[in-house]
């Protein structure tokens, strides 16, 4: 198993609300991605954070953000929540260091429900 | 931006028998490409990767290969077992971002 971890593992929440999801980094990763991943689908690229500020992003509106902490930890904010929002949410860490190319490990996902 | 896909989106196979998962991408500037096995209800798990300057990557049962020119890599799983069923996605790197192919579910019979 990865040592990248998330919480909650499960999540109920209804039209319109917000949701905050965590993600713990691998130790010595210092750049978390985070993924959406609806049944039966591949993950989708969210965004990506890197020292702190967000590094890329994929084709999801505003009211997906996020955060990263001097620690590497990062949060998943999604405000006005909607159905299409139920989906498994994954974060990777890896290590962005001189360039080259990093290897991602993922988070054990947590699953969000939108009714 | 980038593209990947994959076939087949699934296949079956007779233990000991070897599978093959093909993939194609669109934007030559992707420098990685990860393998990720995926079972029913868990993360995905790196299996295997390839940089761009390598064109095979072999770890026991499992190889990749790479054709930069045509914008296609392969998974090759030889010896199938039953645990090897699981859904595989194949991942091109393209600007700091890992753009994901639909998936091949392989199921392998005992």
């Known amino acids: 198993e990865t040592g990248v971890t998330q919480s909650p593992t499960h999540l109920i929440k209804t039209r319109g609300q917000q949701v905050t999801l965590r993600c713990s980094s691998q130790s010595g990763h210092n750049t978390v991605s985070w993924y959406q991943q609806a049944l039966g689908q591949g993950p989708q690229f969210i965004f990506q954070y890197y020292r702190e500020e967000e590094n890329g992003r994929g084709n999801f509106p505003p009211r997906f953000s996020g955060l990263q902490f001097p620690n590497y930890s990062s949060e998943l904010n999604v405000n006005a929540l909607e159905l299409d929002d139920s989906a498994l949410y994954l974060c990777?860490?890896?290590?962005?260091?001189?360039?080259?190319?990093?290897?991602?490990?993922f988070g054990p996902g947590t699953r969000l429900l939108v009714l | 931006g980038e593209n990947v896909e994959q076939h087949p989106s699934t296949l079956s196979v007779q233990e000991g028998d070897s599978a093959v998962i093909k993939c194609t991408y669109s934007d030559s500037a992707s420098n990685y490409f990860p393998w990720y096995k995926q079972e029913l209800g868990k993360r995905p798990q790196l299996i295997i990767d390839?940089?761009?300057?390598?064109g095979e990557k072999k770890d026991q049962r499992i190889a990749v290969t790479l054709n930069k020119t045509a914008k296609h890599f392969s998974l090759h799983i030889t010896e199938t077992q039953p645990e090897d069923s699981a859904v595989y996605f194949c991942a091109a790197l393209n600007t700091d971002k890992l753009i994901f192919g639909t998936g091949t579910r392989l199921q392998v019979f005992p």
């Open positions: 390839i940089r761009s300057n390598v």
């Open positions: 990777a860490s890896s290590l962005v260091a001189g360039g080259g190319v990093e290897t991602q490990y």
